[in-house]
């Protein structure tokens, strides 16, 4: 595998960082390259969310617990659901309080990080 200068074609030896004949900074091969690639595509998944958004949902359908299923917070959000529908309804009582204290914490900032610690918008 013999690498040759991006700048002026001289061969270069295996660990050479610099070329002797011009001194422009060899290129490193593909290893860093990859890393940057598997950065970007983890980004997509870690985007805010919106605080709004989020707190508009526990608004209309906390009783459920459809903000915390959009926020990341899986386990109290099938809490919320489990309790909503194995009292026929009659839970939602209990959740549509809970659910308001969280709307009122999401509009005020109190909770600011989404399920996987990522600040909320
Ligand atoms: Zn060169």
Same mark, same amino acid.
């Given at each position: 595998?013999?690498? =040759?200068?991006? !700048?002026?074609?001289?061969?270069?030896?295996?660990?050479?960082?610099?070329?002797?004949?011009?001194? $422009?900074?060899?290129?490193?091969?593909?290893?860093?390259?990859?890393?940057?690639?598997?950065?970007? !595509?983890?980004?997509? #998944?870690?985007?805010?969310?919106?605080?709004?958004?989020?707190?508009?949902?526990?608004?209309?359908?906390?009783?459920?617990?459809?903000?915390?299923?959009?926020?990341?917070?899986?386990?109290?959000? $099938?809490?919320?659901?489990?309790?909503?529908?194995? #009292?026929?309804?009659?839970?939602?009582?209990?959740?549509? $309080?809970?659910?308001?204290?969280?709307?009122?914490?999401? =509009?005020?900032?109190?909770?600011?990080?989404?399920?996987?610690? $990522?600040?909320?918008?």
């Amino acid at each position: 595998m013999a690498k =040759f200068c991006e !700048n002026c074609g001289k061969p270069l030896k295996e660990n050479q960082d610099i070329c002797l004949n011009c001194g $422009v900074a060899v290129k490193k091969d593909t290893p860093t390259n990859t890393t940057n690639v598997t950065n970007i !595509n983890t980004n997509p #998944t870690t985007a805010p969310k919106s605080k709004v958004c989020a707190g508009l949902l526990a608004l209309f359908f906390g009783t459920i617990g459809i903000h915390n299923f959009y926020l990341g917070y899986s386990g109290k959000g $099938v809490a919320q659901l489990l309790i909503t529908l194995l #009292t026929c309804g009659f839970g939602a009582i209990i959740t549509g $309080v809970w659910a308001l204290i969280e709307a009122i914490m999401l =509009f005020t900032g109190s909770i600011g990080v989404d399920g996987n610690g $990522v600040p909320l918008q």
